[in-house]
């Protein structure tokens, strides 16, 4: 468990080397406490899309091989790659809704699966909105995605207990447009897995 907490590390500062500072959530539900590394997941407009092998891939296959010195290079550079698609996958919600779609469920299945080898680890659902409405109202809508995401989850068999919901409301933009291309990347639910 510790070789994977350390993986999990590594990914984040992988991660966070190309990516903003996170800011600190204005509204929280929790079913557990202090995580010491997270995996902080971003867009992506489908699921089955791979990520292309990249300097961060690279990086983090160099560092899966370090954990398991007798796993080949092959199968760290493929393990990277998928730990980089989990990474990439959000769901994303209409306009003032606060209801899962149907073409995200198979995202929902996937965190679902990969979540429930991970034993010692707790799953973030950050809910976003985007700009318009009040500062409060996308605080509580983003809660609502989270908390329908959650939902799926539990149907799905992860336990209520390891995942927690918190909303940014308009807060943690993607794009920063005043247009619906970029209001509908920033109506999303990410998915974070933090090891207890």
Known sequence: MKKLAVLLSMLMLVACSSTKPAATPASASTNNGAASSAVVATPSSTASVTPPVTAATSNLADAIQKLQPGLDAASAAKLAVEIMKLHKESVYFDFDKFALKPEFRSI??????????HKNAILILEGNADERGSAAYNLALGEKRSASVKKALVALGVPASKIKVVSYGNTRPKLNC??????????????????K
Do not use: P
């Not at 929902?108 to 080898?117: D, P, Y």
């Not at 291309?181 to 990410?190: A, G, L, P």
């Open 108 to 117: 929902v299945e996937m965190q679902a699966s990969t979540f429930k080898g």
């Open 178 to 195: 005043h247009e619906e291309k970029c209001w509908q990347e920033n109506r999303r639910v990410d998915f974070v897995i933090k090891q």
